[in-house]
């Protein structure tokens, strides 16, 4: 799918971190590289691991009138700010929950400068280049007419089509980040220590994961369903976690995982019918 879109986030958690100290302490939480928004054009996204470098929460990161922004899914305040302000000891940092002061809605393509309070960041969080709106929640904000609202089946197809990881779906706590890719966009690999980082750095070094996030593609007449993938034989090879709701050209977009050495991925309907299922 292309073309110029208008997605509405919610208001998502939110934490502002200020002050000296505010870069150094990140940089030891979380996996992106904190320097690398500092110019305050771009967001980020970045995984908070555990010491066993297993996934906590993805967060998305960008720079604000001095100020670090930490943005997450609503229901992840409480728990995302007691995760990283665990280790906040004897640093110079402040921190303030936003959430719910702000509105966050992302545009695919270029947009027109934003309005005045608006917070706008180059972000490709969809998988394509596009831009961040954060708004204030009371600014009454009317948006570019030419950038129509996607949601729910047409943002899947976009989102299930540009191998754009959703939590819940490819993404689970405990899981490691590497599986779904994240090492390509989120993890910093010379930045120095964070949480976790040992294990990920190994992981890197191994060169393997027992299991890694695939694009997939599927015949059109296959139920949108996810479910375990299977070799000629009837051997676990892989999962469908999300299947496109509409098809295009007589195929079904997917993703999911691919089993670490399978090389035949069916899938098996409830009849019992079994569909071959082609890695793109």
Known sequence: MSGIHRID????????????????????????????VASGEI??????????????????????DGALWVGGLAEWAEALEARLTRYLIADDVEVVDLTGIYLLVHFTGPVSEAPAGVVARESNRFGVAGTDWWVPADAGIEFP????LLEGDALEVLRISNGVPAWGRELTEGMLPPEARLDET?????????????????????????????????????????????DAAGAASGELTSVSPEADGGTRAALGYMKRGAGEFFFRTEDGTVHPVKPV
């Not at 120095?192 to 750095?201: F, L």
């Not at 994961?209 to 996810?226: D, G, H, K, Q």
């Open 9 to 36: 986030l919610g208001k998502p958690a939110l934490l502002e971190f200020r002050g000296p100290d505010a870069v150094r302490f990140l940089n030891g939480q979380l996996t992106q590289d904190v320097r690398r």
């Open 43 to 64: 967001a980020l996204p970045s995984c908070v691991t555990d010491a066993k470098g297993r996934l906590q929460f993805r967060v998305s990161l960008t720079e604000h």
């Open 186 to 230: 989120d993890i910093s690999y010379h930045k120095g220590c964070y949480i976790g980082q040992e294990v990920i750095s190994r992981i890197k070094s191994a060169g393997k994961v027992n299991r890694r996030l695939t694009r997939f593609s599927i015949a059109a007449e296959v139920p949108a369903v996810a479910g375990p993938l299977v």
């Open 145 to 148: 007419a030419e950038f129509p």
